[in-house]
């Protein structure tokens, strides 16, 4: 499955001049979309809800039952520390096989300057509608309350992230807590529709620039 990892560093080369899958998508990128999830009282069983239900709406609205999603696992590595394949990620993907998945390691993505940042990283390759996407962004929006399910056993102590790419729209989706999530495409025309219909969720402090953005874009 080496040849997955090379896939995703050509689609990241020719669609996003050689990015890296990191924290915070938006500011890493040339335009995009970045959306707050927060709505009533956090740590309520309703705010839960309404994060996860947002979620879902932008990302069914970017990705098609059938559109050709890469699914991006990243963890830090800590000492021998691996992705194992039975993590509750893996379990949302159905029909899911331990020779579909490609692992590799990604160096300095966020630099400590000591040469310690080490991640691992597992990608799979499916169409949208093998991902149980809705558990999944249950368990991001849980992990600083250490609810379950988690996308791990460490809580807020954990570092795994999941990035979704959009091979055939050429988006990719970064949900990074209960707080928000952003949204980047190589072309700004396949977010119009979703910028136009979902824009009052938009983050406020970055309202001005994306309105700005795509109105004259």
């Avoid at 932008?58 to 691996?82: G, W």
């Avoid at 558990?135 to 570092?159: E, Q, T, V």
């Avoid at 992230?161 to 928000?180: K, P, T």
Wanted: hydrophobic residues 35%.
């Amino acid at each position: 499955m080496g040849s997955l990892k090379q896939k995703t560093a050509e689609f990241l080369q020719t669609h996003f001049d050689g990015l890296r899958l990191r924290a915070p998508l938006y500011l890493n990128s040339r335009q995009g979309l970045r959306y707050n999830l927060q709505h009533g009282v956090p740590g309520t069983e309703m705010y839960f809800e309404e994060v996860v239900n947002r979620a879902t709406q932008l990302f069914e609205a970017t990705f098609m039952r059938d559109d050709r999603t890469l699914f991006y696992l990243m963890d830090y590595r800590l000492k021998r520390r691996k992705i194992r394949f039975s993590n509750y990620c893996f379990k949302q993907i159905d029909g899911l096989l331990k020779e579909n998945v490609a692992y590799s390691l990604v160096k300095g993505l966020y630099d400590d300057g000591y040469g310690l940042d080490i991640r691992n990283i597992a990608q799979v390759e499916v169409s949208r509608h093998r991902i149980d996407h809705r558990k999944i962004f249950a368990a991001i929006a849980n992990k600083d309350f250490s609810r379950l399910p988690g996308l791990d056993h460490y809580g807020f102590l954990g570092s795994k992230e999941v990035f979704l790419i959009n091979l055939d729209n050429n988006i990719i989706f970064h949900m990074y807590d209960d707080r928000g999530l952003d949204i980047i495409s190589a072309e700004i025309d396949s977010l119009r529709s979703v910028y136009k219909e979902y824009n009052h969720w938009i983050l406020n402090c970055n309202k001005d620039e994306i309105d700005a953005k795509f109105e004259n874009g």
